[in-house]
């Protein structure tokens, strides 16, 4: 069985429109679902150290997924949960201000979701980190937030969960 575990951006919560839809998408294949609540958590070590945490608590095979600095923290802890996959929208790497916390590159499959249209973490910082890791890469059509493009979100994260399940 496999459990995927969700991780929100800075300003949205656990159970909005694209984590709802994905989750959806995961249950129908018959995965276990979770999504942590990081609000009032603002430092990212932070966030980071409870999805640890809660990772800990489970006993199989584990997806982390994570959107703009969800993405960030689901990165940051994979290696340390022993995840077998990370998949990542518009994920928050290489940001000024937080340069010492570019996560080390985890050895494991990425796949990385972003936007052509984004205008708070520039699509070039995903380029740049999926070269670095040979990660999956697609860019789409759509901004930030990328809920227009929730259908092929979700098409990529069911060939990424079957890819990892075989």
């Given at each position: 069985?496999?459990?995927?575990?969700?991780?929100?951006?800075?300003?949205?919560?656990?159970?909005?429109?694209?984590?709802?839809?994905?989750?959806?998408?995961?249950?129908?294949?018959?995965?276990?679902?979770?999504?942590?609540?990081?609000?009032?958590?603002?430092?990212?070590?932070?966030?980071?150290?409870?999805?640890?945490?809660?990772?800990?608590?489970?006993?199989?095979?584990?997806?982390?997924?994570?959107?703009?600095?969800?993405?960030?923290?689901?990165?940051?802890?994979?290696?340390?949960?022993?995840?077998?996959?990370?998949?990542?929208?518009?994920?928050a790497?290489?940001?000024?201000?937080?340069?010492?916390?570019?996560?080390?590159?985890?050895?494991?499959?990425?796949?990385?979701?972003?936007?052509?249209?984004?205008?708070?973490?520039?699509?070039?910082?995903?380029?740049?980190?999926?070269?670095?890791?040979?990660?999956?890469?697609?860019?789409?059509?759509?901004?930030?937030?990328l809920?227009?493009?929730?259908?092929?979100?979700?098409?990529?994260?069911?060939?990424?969960i079957?890819?990892?399940?075989?």
């Open positions: 069985m496999t459990t995927v575990i969700f991780s929100h951006g800075q300003e949205s919560g656990p159970w909005g429109t694209k984590i709802k839809a994905m989750v959806a998408n995961v249950t129908a294949l018959g995965c276990n679902a979770d999504s942590i609540d990081y609000r009032g958590i603002a430092d990212p070590i932070e966030r980071v150290d409870k999805l640890i945490a809660k990772c800990g608590t489970i006993n199989d095979r584990l997806v982390l997924v994570g959107s703009s600095m969800g993405g960030f923290v689901a990165t940051m802890a994979a290696q340390t949960a022993n995840a077998a996959g990370l998949f990542v929208l518009a994920p790497y290489y940001i000024a201000g937080y340069d010492e916390l570019t996560p080390d590159l985890p050895d494991l499959p990425i796949c990385i979701v972003h936007g052509w249209r984004d205008t708070v973490v520039p699509v070039e910082n995903s380029i740049r980190f999926a070269g670095q890791c040979n990660a999956t890469l697609h860019l789409v059509d759509g901004d930030h937030r809920t227009a493009n929730l259908d092929a979100i979700n098409d990529y994260l069911e060939q990424f079957r890819s990892i399940s075989e």
